[in-house]
């Protein structure tokens, strides 16, 4: 952009209230980087322990992998988030819930969240749950999202929570693979006015499970809109029903500080989405410590984080992270641009949200509205606005700066993972000037590098691959039930690092850009979303032979979805059949998994030991003609000339 300055100053008056100053930032990384484990060892007292630990961090990034930290600590994440505050904040309203519909919202004080999850807690007991089972959650938005979590840690269970966005098959998968007995769901979700059929979805899950060995024997049912749903007695039960005979006491069980806190499936290069596991002490020691440190947290404010739970982003900065800081946390059923594209910022307004958390994709469709819907309303509660999820473009980054923030807040760019647990690379507010679009610097403990393709270590300004050389406390432990997998995904590339999977792009003073995912990971509106798993759903439809999926740029999303599609001999290749490739998809995994282009074709570019040059492929999509690079070595390189034909004719 011609006019942007490259640098924005951090607003004045909010520099002189930060909790942080710049050359604060510096002495604690410096400190926390030097003195490791001593820097962690009093970031532990953050949180509330049965008994302390005495160890802090002992990992290996060298085979056999193996990350602890502070394990011979117990206790249990809830007391944290719950417990200790009830004395002092007893009365503070923990979570504000805002409903689908203007006007539908509700508060709990820490003092009912607790009597909340106690009961909920309770009523998992009852059905015979406990230590080490694994529960899945399908959800919608609302404030039993967030106790059933936390009902599950209170009973030393591990939760999964699964976006209710996926279709039955994706959830099933995720049931079968941590063979999960207790299914959490709800009747119905509402989304923009629309009905989201959960239970529906959930018993076909819980049909599909079955045909693949694991059977769940019970299905907790949270009533959201009373609408009608089937009911298979014996295995189903109403929340609200059980609830009424349960108690509100549950003592917390005591957890080592190594036991599974959560799994959360994500997705990668290959394979079907791998289980994240985080475990309980260092993943909380985490949570409250970003959250803090990143939104500049103090005691009145109010936070709303506009990610699902079903996300790690819900997980950490609108569970665990707030709660466990005693924290005001917002959940918010809808979508921002429901009834009408000022809703975001109505909800600001009604509840005076100081600390406001979204993606980019959600800043760019808000931004196509044009600037009224969001000066129709005040703003003048917010302090610090963050983003997370993929690269924030300038002109998204400046609009939000400048037409949501009014010039005053600070944009916070965070850059991070599932897999790290809570935010790795972010412009601490008041810390350091903004650079629209960068990361910035690393959160305190960490130390990034860029390696070229070879694992070279690359020095000053540049551009390679971003590694993590150390371990931190909120480090993903392994993937559940296969812990090859992960050393070989995370630790097998640049051995004795993590690889995160991300290019990035460094300044001389050392600001990091992250620039996107180098592997076949993309990443749709915030979405990760592996081709691979796209190209298995295309694959099993009936008429397509063979598919390669890549991301393309999309002016909102981010990336788009373009298939590339040979379709199986005599198959007339219509729109009807790209539409219907397109309901297929949606079905096997979601929308969110949707196909946005889709071109036939005869062939695709492959090496002659049969690999797809994905990289021509994804130069294709981009109407990127130029530099296709060296084509010699297809085995039929006539096949791009077909292909750019193809593209060029859409
Ligand atoms: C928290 C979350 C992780 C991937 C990550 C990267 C991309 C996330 C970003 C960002 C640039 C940021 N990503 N935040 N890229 N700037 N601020 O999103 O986790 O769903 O696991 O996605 O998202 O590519 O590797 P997850």
Redesign the pocket.
């Known amino acids: 952009m011609e006019n942007s300055p490259l640098i924005y100053p951090v607003p004045k008056a909010f520099a002189d209230a930060s909790n942080l100053t710049p050359d604060g930032y510096k002495s604690l990384y410096e400190r926390s980087i030097n003195d490791r484990d001593g820097f962690f060892a009093e970031q532990a007292k953050r949180i509330q322990w049965m008994t302390e630990p005495t160890h802090v961090g002992s990992w290996s990034f060298k085979s056999p992998v193996k990350i602890e930290w502070f394990r011979d600590g117990i206790l249990n994440v809830t007391e944290s988030c719950l417990d200790r505050h009830l004395e002092t904040r007893g009365d503070k309203v923990a979570i504000i819930f805002e409903g689908d519909e203007p006007g539908e919202s509700q508060t709990f004080t820490y003092r009912e969240l607790h009597r909340h999850v106690c009961r909920f807690a309770n009523v998992l007991k009852a059905q015979g749950a406990g230590k080490g089972d694994r529960i899945t959650l399908y959800m919608p938005m609302i404030p039993e999202a967030a106790i059933a979590m936390l009902a599950c840690a209170r009973i030393g269970a591990v939760h999964s929570v699964v976006f209710g966005g996926f279709s039955p098959d994706a959830l099933a998968g995720r049931i079968v693979d941590c063979d999960s007995h207790l299914v959490i769901t709800a009747d119905e979700g509402v989304r923009g006015g629309r009905i989201v059929p959960l239970k529906k979805n959930a018993d076909a899950a819980c049909e599909i499970a079955a045909r693949n060995g694991v059977t769940v024997k019970t299905q907790l049912v949270v009533q959201r809109t009373g609408g009608d749903v089937a009911w298979q007695d014996g295995r189903d039960i109403w929340y609200h029903e059980a609830a009424a005979e349960a108690s509100v006491d549950c003592p917390a069980e005591p957890m080592s500080a190594e036991d599974p806190l959560f799994i959360l499936y994500?997705s990668g290069s290959t394979g079907q989405p791998k289980g994240v596991l985080h475990t309980c002490g260092g993943y909380l020691v985490w949570a409250s410590m970003t959250h803090d440190y990143v939104f500049d947290l103090k005691e009145d404010d109010v936070y709303w984080c506009t990610a699902d739970v079903g996300?790690?982003?819900g997980h950490t900065y609108i569970v665990y992270g707030p709660l466990a800081n005693g924290a005001t946390t917002l959940m918010f059923e809808g979508v921002p641009t429901y009834p009408d594209a000022s809703r975001a910022w109505q909800v600001c307004d009604t509840h005076k949200v100081s600390l406001f958390y979204t993606?980019?994709t959600a800043i760019r469709a808000l931004m196509r509205e044009g600037d009224d819907p969001v000066k129709v309303t005040d703003r003048t509660s917010l302090r610090v606005l963050g983003?997370?999820?993929?690269?924030?473009n300038p002109e998204a980054w400046e609009w939000y700066f400048n037409v949501v923030g009014d010039g005053r807040c600070p944009i916070i760019?965070?850059?991070?993972?599932?897999?790290?647990g809570g935010a790795m690379?972010v412009p601490l507010p008041g810390t350091v000037d903004m650079k629209p679009g960068a990361?910035t610097f690393p959160m305190f403990g960490i130390e990034p590098e860029l390696l070229d393709a070879d694992g070279k270590v690359l020095e000053g300004a540049t551009e390679g691959n971003l590694v993590i050389t150390a371990s931190w406390p909120g480090q993903m432990r392994t993937v559940y039930g296969d812990h090859e997998r992960f050393e070989q995904t995370y630790f097998s590339t640049y051995p004795g690092n993590y690889f995160?999977?991300?290019g990035a792009r460094r300044d001389a003073d050392g600001t990091i850009w992250?620039t996107?995912?180098v592997d076949d990971?993309i990443?749709v509106s915030?979405?990760?979303m592996g081709t691979a798993e796209v190209e298995a759903a295309l694959g099993s439809h009936p008429d397509v032979a063979e598919s390669a999926v890549v991301g393309y740029p999309h002016d909102i999303k981010g990336q788009g979805i373009y298939a590339y599609v040979t379709t199986t001999a005599g198959t007339v290749e219509t729109d009807e059949l790209k539409r219907d490739l397109v309901r297929h998809v949606r079905a096997e995994i979601g929308p969110i998994a949707s196909p946005d282009l889709i071109q036939f074709s005869d062939g695709l570019p492959k090496t002659r030991s049969g690999k797809i040059m994905r990289r021509i492929l994804r130069k294709i999509a981009a109407n990127d003609y130029d530099a296709l690079g060296d084509t010699s070595t297809l085995a039929e390189p006539a096949v791009v000339d077909a292909l750019i034909d193809g593209r060029m004719n859409r």
């Open positions: 994500t996300w790690v982003t993606a980019p983003t997370v999820g993929e690269p924030i760019d965070t850059w991070w993972q599932t897999e790290t690379i990361g995160t999977g991300d992250i996107g995912r990971v990443n915030g979405h990760r």
